[in-house]
């Protein structure tokens, strides 16, 4: 929709077409002609506009789909939203939205009036850049409509991250992370074990959790305890939980678990 609106933001009117009234269908059609990856991209799409037709004019058109099987099993079943975007989806499904876009800003003089956005010398080609990331994507398993019960919850996704982690230590206690705080006077190994595992649930809870959502976050931050101290560099973040706002900030020592003989 946001990639719509900047298509027809000022769009010609030869180019929108003067009786249609899809005008990204028109702008599609129209670089079309003059492009070759538009005109696949318009073949396609007319390719579904036809199975969709097809879909509604079958009787009872669920059954008939089930009965069918395997027959439309490759023909994905459009949802009223992307039949809406259908253009700018198929496009970027195909991983050719960006082309298409630069194809335009770079003829933008055919389509657009001076003042439109993919007519502007910086805006226009900030825009096909920025589609250059969604089209190397792969849309193979877009969520369904009841993906809401079958994605695990952020609290899961931190237990199972803990619960290997744990594993991890005791299998390969060699490979334990570099981050951790021990002890002076510890008389064994479980006891530091419990203290590094503090420490790291402490950096952990710094970023992003399930608990807060983290809004700032900078390092290198300077703080001063006394007067006659010099400054530590640490980490600050500020974090939104339920019903506060939380200001931390940490020195990197701590962090790096090289605090030392420092108080």
């Known amino acids: 929709g946001v990639v719509e609106a900047c298509l027809l933001h000022m769009l010609k009117r030869r180019a929108a077409g003067f009786l249609r009234t899809d005008k990204v269908a028109a702008l599609f059609t129209k670089v079309g002609k003059t492009y070759a990856i538009a005109g696949d991209i318009c073949k396609k799409v007319q390719e579904l506009q036809q199975q969709v037709e097809g879909r509604k004019n079958q009787p009872n058109g669920?059954?008939?789909l089930k009965r069918q099987g395997s027959t439309t099993s490759k023909t994905p079943v459009l949802t009223p939203q992307?039949?809406?975007?259908?253009?700018?989806?198929t496009a970027l499904i195909e991983k050719v939205l960006d082309k298409i876009v630069q194809y335009i800003v770079?003829?933008?003089?055919?389509y657009y009036e001076k003042e439109a956005l993919l007519a502007d010398p910086v805006c226009g080609p900030i825009l096909a850049s920025l589609l250059v990331g969604p089209c190397a994507l792969e849309y193979t398993k877009l969520k369904t409509a009841d993906h809401y019960w079958t994605d695990p919850s952020a609290d899961e996704l931190v237990q199972r991250h803990r619960i290997h982690g744990v594993h991890g230590r005791q299998d390969s206690p060699s490979k334990r992370p570099a981050l951790g705080i021990r002890k002076r006077h510890s008389s064994g190994s479980t006891s530091e074990d419990r203290f590094a595992a503090s420490a790291r649930e402490y950096v952990e809870s710094l970023h992003q959790n399930s608990r807060t959502h983290l809004l700032y976050g900078k390092n290198n931050v300077?703080?001063?305890p006394k007067d006659d101290l010099e400054a530590i560099p640490g980490y600050l973040s500020l974090h939104q939980s339920a019903d506060s706002l939380t200001l931390k900030w940490t020195p990197n020592q701590l962090m790096n678990g090289t605090l030392g003989d420092s108080e």
Do not use: F, G, M, P
């Not at 992307?82 to 989806?89: C, D, E, F, G, T």
């Open 62 to 64: 669920q059954e008939a």
């Open 222 to 224: 300077l703080v001063q």
């Open 82 to 89: 992307a039949i809406k975007h259908i253009w700018v989806r």
């Open 106 to 110: 770079d003829n933008c003089s055919k």
